[in-house]
């Protein structure tokens, strides 16, 4: 597929037929992905790839269970619909800390703080190799949403997959053989999006 027609038509799908993928297919998406630029090369992305069903249903309910904790309502499905699919990725960030951090940490530490945790370099790598991951999957026919909402429940999910501090889970991503959408969400205007200086 053409990449620029590949980034136009991506959609996150949330429904999935109910056929297996085969896991030797996402190694090789999650190889080429692993091609993504980041911040000073640390490459600093793992990635577990879900396919128990009792793993995922144990995950589903957890997230039930947070939610309802905290919000006093019943988890909607736009948590939990992870559980529906074949595949699902579980996105890891592993530390990274560039040269010039250890500089910042001794002569300035509003600096260093703006930088660790608002520029986010670590974080914006892991986002690159995510962003590659989904076009990868369109480019292969399946479908893929980018999911943040089931972390409410981050650390009993880091529990149940194994991730260890100072590793920090930032994502899941559903994976299966695309029920596609008819539509895909609108986009601002670019005039909305650019400045020229």
Known sequence: MDLTL????????????KEDVDVNQIMKIIEIASNS???GNSQNWFTYIIKDKDVLDGMRNEVE??????????????????????????VVEKPYAGSIDNILEKTDK?????????????????SSFITHILLLCHNEGLGACWMTGPLIAKQELEDIIGVKSPDNLVALIPIGKPVERNSKTPRKNVSEIIKVI
């Open 37 to 39: 630029p980041s911040g």
């Open 65 to 90: 269970k947070v939610y309802k904790t905290l919000i006093e309502k019943e988890a909607p499905g736009v948590y939990t619909f992870f559980n529906d699919a074949p595949v699902v990725l579980a």
């Open 110 to 126: 509003d600096r260093n703080y703006t930088r660790k945790f608002i520029v986010n370099p670590g974080l914006q790598s892991v």
């Open 6 to 17: 590949a980034i136009e038509t991506r959609k996150s799908i949330r429904k999935f037929k």
